[in-house]
Structures are given as structure tokens and as C-alpha cells.
């Protein structure tokens, strides 16, 4: 009941909601598996820091981050090598989810969303699904946390159709009121975008002709 409670006080639901809305029909992405945002202000980081920094303080809190980052995920490897045509490349954080049966790739991004991200995602998740997805597994996924995302960059570019969320991270939390206010800000353009992504999925060309 404390994790409950703990949960709804973090506007918990909202913020499923919110990451639901980049996962409209068609996506590869699992509902109600992600949030956006999430709140990481218990790895203690302060103004400044570099992705290596948030990387290191997950590790070391990574109790509390899987408490908040989804329920049954297991941590699997940090900094997975990748060897692809003599070329090393290394994802940030990689987790197996028990109740999804599929691998989960985190990348971690310190300031806004860029595009370019998404084909570094792509082929890390490509890599994956040849080289360590299991026969009985679901096709990985992965989640891009950025300290700010692009929302309409992120719509447009359809991610969700090959498996890919972007949700934001705080590492500070406002006070209590300011929080539910923003959350409910982002819950409100979520929503619109949702209902506009399904009236564009329902009109007939030819009728638009």
C-alpha cells in the first residue's frame, strides 16, 4: 500500500498517459510499459553533470531507479558493447523485463531530444534482436531519456513503430503543487495529440479528394 500510495502521489497514472500518447496504433511498444516523465531525484545530481554522472548514480541507486522505472526488470549489462564492421559502440544501460519477455535498451541523454538518436537506437536494437534475443523472447525495445524531449520532433518521427519511447527525466522535483501543475500540463497536450493522431487515422483520402 505504501508503493501505491507513493505512486499516486507521483501522479503515477498521468504520467503512463503521457507515454501511451506516443504509442498510438500500429507501435511495437507495449502499452502502460513506460512514463514520461520520470523522476530521478533521488540519484542526487546537481545542476551540472554529464551522462557518464546520471549513468554512475543509477548503478549505484539502482534499486530505487528500478522502483520507478517499471515493474519486474532486471538489470542486465551497463556500457553493452556492440562490435558492428570493427566498430565498437556501447549502449548505456540494458535490462530484461520478466512480464514483457524482451530485452529493454536505455539510453541516457543529458539536454534536448536530437533526431540523430533515433538511428543510434535503431541499430543498437537491430544488434540485440540478432545477437541476444532468445527464442522464447519478444523483439527488444528501447527507451531514450533525455533532460527535455521534443514531443512534435518525436510524434513526427513515428519511433514507436520500431519499438522506441522518448520520455524526459528529472533529476529535481518542483514543490508539490508547481509538479501536479506541469504534469497535468504535459497529460492535457498529450491528450490532444492522441485525439488529432486518431481523427488524421480515420479520414477517408477519397473523401478528403
Known amino acids: 500500500m505504501r508503493a501505491l500510495r507513493e505512486l499516486i502521489g507521483r501522479q503515477g497514472f498521468e504520467r503512463k498517459e503521457i507515454a501511451n500518447a506516443q504509442t498510438p496504433g500500429g507501435s511495437a511498444v507495449p502499452t502502460d510499459t513506460f512514463r514520461d516523465p520520470y523522476f530521478l531525484d533521488f540519484l542526487g545530481l546537481k545542476d ?31 556500457q553493452k558493447r556492440m562490435t558492428i564492421d570493427e566498430d565498437d559502440y556501447h549502449l548505456d544501460l540494458l535490462f530484461y523485463s520478466r512480464p514483457l519477455r524482451r530485452l529493454i535498451a536505455v539510453e541516457l541523454k543529458v539536454g534536448r531530444f536530437k533526431a540523430a538518436y533515433e ?5 543498437y536494437l537491430k544488434w540485440l534482436d540478432r545477437y541476444e ?15 527535455e524531449t521534443s514531443r512534435e520532433q518525436i510524434e513526427l518521427l513515428e519511433m514507436h513503430k520500431d519499438g522506441i519511447i522518448v520520455a524526459e527525466y528529472w533529476t529535481a522535483l518542483p514543490p508539490k503543487a508547481e509538479l501536479q501543475t506541469r504534469i497535468q500540463e ?18 477517408d483520402p477519397a473523401e478528403v479528394d
Request: with cysteine.
Open 119 to 123: 538511428g543510434q537506437m535503431k541499430l
Open 186 to 203: 504535459i497529460y492535457r497536450s498529450a491528450a490532444v495529440r492522441v485525439t488529432r493522431t486518431a481523427i488524421e487515422a480515420s479520414v
Open 48 to 78: 551540472a553533470y554529464a551522462e557518464r554522472d546520471v549513468e554512475e548514480a543509477i548503478i549505484r541507486e539502482m534499486e530505487a531507479f528500478l522502483l520507478e522505472i517499471g515493474n519486474g526488470w532486471a538489470f542486465v549489462a551497463r
Open 133 to 147: 534475443r532468445r527464442d522464447d523472447e519478444e523483439a527488444p525495445i528501447g527507451l531514450i531519456l533525455c533532460t
